[in-house]
């Protein structure tokens, strides 16, 4: 009888703590820092960095460092090329292997108002080099993002974008990120994002963060 009951406490231990490892039932993180070092008239430079994490600052998710070299086309329009480095831990258990990934990305932004509202559209295709403990994968993926905001004040606006993902060798379900929030401009060079960020996974996970963002803006031509 005693090893019944501790049998059956053991499977009700392992089962609770698999079931608290749901990322959907948790609230995460994605921290954003981005600098953009303006060369000349028409170009620039990019850095950017994003962190994910499963919990408010506990149990790693992704983490994603790049680097881009921009071209102003038109007032309305630019474009870019870029490389990034990125490790993924796909599963929230910390025991999983982690994929890491050699990106070259370019991408297009056009700018416009529709009636009085500012609309930004971008689209990037991304050339993925994954690799696993135990395999190795080329990936292409598309992305299109929509994103607008409202101004507020002459320091406060409201951010809005949508984007979605897709990966037509992974998979046919493209994934969806959402995210919304407060926009601080600090002061001429400094913006503080401050908001929500939901992510729809290929798998159909759907993930839930809060998104805390600091982008910088230099001007290189002054010196």
Request: glycine fraction near 6%; hydrophobic fraction near 35%.
């Amino acid at each position: 009888m005693k090893n019944l009951v501790f049998v059956l406490g053991f499977v009700l231990t392992f089962c609770i703590s698999h079931a608290q490892l749901n990322p959907e039932d948790k609230l995460g993180i994605s921290y954003e820092f981005g600098i953009t070092h303006k060369i000349s008239e028409n170009f620039s430079i990019s850095t950017y960095s994003l962190l994910w994490l499963y919990e408010v600052n506990d149990n790693f998710n992704f983490i994603l460092l790049n680097a881009g070299l921009n071209y102003q086309i038109t007032p309305h329009a630019s474009g870019s090329i870029s490389y990034g480095y990125s490790d993924y831990d796909g599963t929230i258990d910390i025991s999983s292997p982690h994929t890491l990934e050699n990106r070259i990305s370019e991408h297009i932004v056009y700018k416009h108002h529709l009636i009085k509202v500012p609309l930004e559209h971008r689209f990037k295709v991304e050339h993925r080099f994954l690799r696993t403990p135990t395999s190795k994968q080329t990936v292409t993926r598309f992305r299109y993002r929509i994103a607008t905001q409202f101004k507020l004040s002459h320091a406060l606006f409201i951010y809005l974008k949508n984007e979605w993902l897709l990966s037509p060798n992974l998979s046919n379900t493209p994934e969806n990120r959402f995210n919304g929030g407060l926009g601080i401009h600090w002061n001429k060079s400094s913006t503080v994002l401050l908001g929500y960020f939901n992510r729809n996974t290929m798998n159909r996970m759907n993930l839930h963060r809060l998104q805390v963002g600091l982008f910088i803006k230099t001007d290189w031509r002054k010196k």
